[in-house]
């Protein structure tokens, strides 16, 4: 569970990275559902300014006396420099022993790494940190292709937005997808983007990257259960066959059918956690019509089998229809 969250900040803090953690897991939601969070920024010194990366300065409320006892510790970026604060260090350290969960955010591993935590571990950071982080820490796997790494207690992202993704991964590990898509909704964001951990990175719904298909793409999210070829889409959109399939890789950046395929397993993961179908009733449900094609489609996408990403993201009290 999440029920106490600690973000750290110190000199050099990054804004962005920082109000990503604030706003998946500092603002009450509890009116839609959500759960209450005990929130603390945590700093050298209680009450002691820190200054930002843009020139501006935040006040943290606790010391990190107060990343014990946290379900989760966030490290958002900061500049990359030589050390980091040895008590800061200590706590992290401590912290894991504890049983916290890890997550850091952009460059943010940096600090992870001074503390010893990511050896032996794959990880990842923004794609212009990363060479420099692998030499930095060679005992640390890093990963620049992927949004996110879940080494299960220990999270680290990418830049950015990515931090966005790992922070609603972890809300759904730990709370599920109703809580996920909830805090979602309300940042106006998608609960899920692509990455390379197969297994724990959640897939895309690709991109609208224009108007003219949005309509079509929509139907068709809620069809998945039927067969659609490019000709019947093509005739649906009033478009030519071949115009249809340039158009539509231009707006989505992939194939109609891999786009219908990649939905279809998006379905059948939420059907996995949420539900207690059996595998070949969510099959049917979502137009790969055998449980066998679900699962080479589904393993293909997502790096387990359905019973196997069942057995490890289901939620209690599954409705049965």
């Known amino acids: ?25 500092g603002i009450d939601r509890t009116d839609e559902g959500v759960p209450p969070v005990d929130f603390r920024v945590c700093g050298p010194q ?11 300065s935040l006040t943290p409320e606790h010391g990190f006396d107060a990343l014990d006892g946290a ?140 108007d003219s298909l949005q309509p079509l793409l929509a139907w068709l999210e809620d069809r998945l259960d039927e067969e659609h070829s490019v000709a019947s889409l093509a005739e649906r959109a009033t478009m030519s066959e071949r115009t249809f399939a340039r158009r539509f890789a231009a707006e989505t950046g992939t194939t109609p059918h891999r786009w219908l395929t990649t939905q279809r397993v998006l379905r059948a993961r939420r059907l996995l956690e949420e539900t207690e179908l059996t595998v070949e009733d969510v099959a049917h449900r979502c137009g790969f019509g055998t449980a066998a094609l679900l699962r080479h489609h589904f393993t293909a996408l997502v790096g387990v089998a359905p019973k196997d990403y069942r057995r490890s993201f289901c939620q209690r009290d599954r409705p049965k229809v």
């Open 71 to 210: 379900d989760l510790v966030a490290v958002p970026a900061v500049g990359v420099r030589p050390e980091y604060p040895p008590a800061l260090l200590d706590a992290l350290r401590r912290a894991h022993a504890a049983g916290s969960t890890l997550l850091s955010v952009c460059n943010g591993a940096y600090v992870l790494g001074e503390a010893g935590l990511l050896d032996g571990r794959r990880c990842t950071t923004h794609w212009r940190y990363a060479d420099d982080l692998a030499r930095r820490f060679p005992e640390a796997e890093v990963d620049p292709d992927v949004l996110f790494v879940d080494e299960g207690d220990i999270v680290t992202s990418a830049g950015t937005a990515a931090g966005i993704d790992a922070c609603l991964h972890l809300v759904r590990r730990e709370l599920g997808s109703a809580v996920t898509g909830a805090i979602a909704r309300r940042m106006v964001v998608a609960p899920q983007r692509d990455g390379g951990q197969r297994q724990f990175i959640e897939l895309p719904a690709p991109p609208h990257r224009a």
């Open 1 to 25: 569970m999440l029920r106490t969250v600690a973000a750290v900040v110190i000199d050099g803090l990054a804004p962005f990275e920082f109000g990503v953690v604030c706003e998946v897991f």
């Open 46 to 56: 209680p009450g002691a300014p820190v200054r930002t990366s843009v020139g501006a």
